[in-house]
């Protein structure tokens, strides 16, 4: 078995109102949960073995999302972590899972530009004892932080630095053998009382194992904010697979760009600029959408202009101009007079506005 640890726990407390009633690991960006662009890049990698961890509130909404992982041909076991305490604490958490095997480890709230199946091979085939993939970020105060050596073996890791010794952010991807469970035993707490990933690599280091870095090339997005997703939403419509429309656009409509109808979708009187993803049974009409949006199930926009927005399933919008939103299951806004203002709204699930 090729093994995977998928970490899903976490209040997601900056994507709120969203997460007041979901994970954020299940959060739409192009109509898909963000896990599951994890699964599938899982999948490509030759896992079939998945530990999902989930936190005591929110475990029900990743089970009922993933299910079984039979869509990806992958084994998913579910493991409670049973409070947020640290990336560490969770890899200890799954320590009856694991085993002896090496796994590979992904934090469920992120996506990457990456094809992993060649690194893993090579993982498996070497003797590394662990492996982290590094981006350039212009901040890194904000992240884990790697320092590389000449030899592309890692020499240090901090967590959120307040004087960064370099701009190598930790992505959350990261492969591990069986010592790793041994430098997570000799971690202590920090600061903030949680068990850090990075003290225990960091440990790991300092007693001899070799820690690989890979240096990502293609974009790579922490969806932790509404501004991230809304990010990470465009990055993947700029990629996605052509695909011939499953819907109808009507006569006196344009698409232009890279655009996708779902099946049952009719675009009447409107202009849709790509990339733009629809989903199955979507109404647009005399609306102007796009570029880098996303529309879930269900919904209607009726005289509507967007842009850079995800509209999650169920939603029913008239009149308004929307830009750099994120609108939640089954709201409703409606514009009473014409008018040119656009509006940035962030909207948790079932909100109703209605405005002048």
Not at 142 to 153: E, K, L, P, T
Not at 274 to 283: L, M
């Amino acid at each position: 078995m090729s093994k995977a640890l998928v970490l899903c726990g976490g209040a997601g407390t900056r994507l709120r109102p969203f997460t007041f009633a979901s994970a954020k690991q299940v959060l739409p960006v192009a109509n898909k949960p963000i896990v599951h662009h994890i699964m599938e890049k899982l999948a490509l990698a030759g896992i079939n073995d998945a530990g999902v961890i989930i936190s005591p509130e929110k475990g029900s909404i990743v089970k009922h999302c993933l299910g079984g992982g039979d869509r990806w041909g992958i084994s998913v076991t579910f493991i409670e972590q049973n409070r947020p305490a640290g990336l560490a604490h969770a890899v200890a958490a799954a320590r009856e899972f694991l085993g002896e095997c090496p796994f590979l480890m992904y934090l469920g709230d992120n996506l990457a530009e990456v094809n992993l199946r060649d690194y893993w091979q090579d993982f498996l085939c070497g003797s590394d004892d662990a492996a982290a993939f590094l981006k350039e970020v212009d901040d890194p105060r904000q992240f884990g932080v790697a320092v590389i050596a000449d030899s592309g073996r890692l020499i240090k890791v901090v967590e959120k630095p307040a004087a960064p010794p370099g701009n190598l952010a930790l992505t959350g991807i990261y492969f591990f053998r069986k010592t790793i469970h041994g430098a997570i035993s000799r971690t202590k707490p920090s600061q903030r009382g949680e068990l850090e990933i990075t003290d225990a690599i960091q440990s790991l280091i300092d007693t001899g194992g070799s820690v690989k870095g890979h240096v990502m090339g293609g974009w790579w997005h922490d969806t932790g904010s509404v501004e991230d997703i809304l990010q990470a939403n465009s990055v993947v419509l700029k990629s996605m697979e052509h695909r011939p429309p499953q819907g109808e656009a009507c006569p006196f409509s344009t698409l232009e760009g890279p655009v996708i109808i779902g099946e049952g979708s009719r675009v009447m009187q409107s202009l849709i600029k790509g990339p733009v993803i629809i989903g199955d049974r979507v109404t647009v009409k005399n609306s102007f959408i796009g570029p880098d949006v996303s529309v879930g199930d269900s919904c209607l926009l009726d005289g509507t202009k967007i842009e850079n927005t995800i509209i999650m399933h169920g939603c029913n919008l008239a009149g308004v101009t929307l830009k750099d939103s994120m609108i939640g299951s089954c709201c409703s806004t409606h514009k009473r007079n014409a008018g040119n203002g656009c509006h940035r709204l962030v909207l948790g699930d079932h909100s109703h506005i209605a405005m002048d």
